[in-house]
């Protein structure tokens, strides 16, 4: 991160760890974990948002964006997603129709597996991210309607562990929770 920027990352955030499981709509994923990191960045400066591109970009998780979180559920069966929040609050929900509910804010980052349905539920007039795919991986556009299964299951199987944590780089985070059987 510049030096103008004037951001502070927070090596021991609180990490939220979560497995989401099928619901019959929604693949979710089984096999890694949703990770919410509470606080993981302080944020300051005039261009808030550059703070978690410049990070992602640092860490190997580009093709970055700025805006919100879909107000429907959907999912990506061919990549990743990383969302850094830089500004305001929201209410997301994770897993599709019957999810957990996270109240996310400024600093916050949500690490979401291929498959894991995400949906805004409500957020404040402020409220805007950064988004990331890792190196590599390009999102498609899934609803939960029908047809979409099984070939989205067989994508998100085929999707890749990302080379590093997008906040943490190659020895924390994601690289902790993100075990995979040998």
């Not at 590093?164 to 995979?180: I, N, S």
């Amino acid at each position: 991160m510049s030096q103008d920027q004037n951001a502070q990352l927070n090596q021991s955030p609180e990490v939220i760890s979560q497995i989401v499981q099928d619901d019959g709509t929604f693949p979710n994923n089984a096999a890694v974990p949703l990770l919410v990191y509470q606080g993981a960045v302080t944020i300051a400066g005039r261009d808030p948002a550059a703070v978690f591109e410049e990070l992602f970009s640092a860490n190997q998780w580009g093709s970055s964006w700025r805006n919100g979180i879909f107000g429907f559920h959907h999912y990506h069966s061919t990549a990743h997603e990383v969302l850094g929040v830089y500004g305001g609050t929201a209410k997301v929900q994770l897993g599709g129709e019957q999810g957990a509910v996270f109240e996310v804010k400024a600093g916050d980052v949500i690490i979401i597996p291929a498959g894991v349905a995400h949906k805004n539920l409500g957020s404040s007039r402020d409220f805007r991210i950064v988004g990331a795919y890792p190196q590599g991986q390009s999102p498609d556009m899934c609803y939960g309607k029908p047809g979409e299964r099984p070939e989205a299951d067989q994508q998100i199987a085929g999707v890749t562990m990302p080379q590093a944590d997008p906040v943490y780089g190659a020895q924390g985070g994601l690289r902790e929770y993100w075990v995979t059987p040998d």
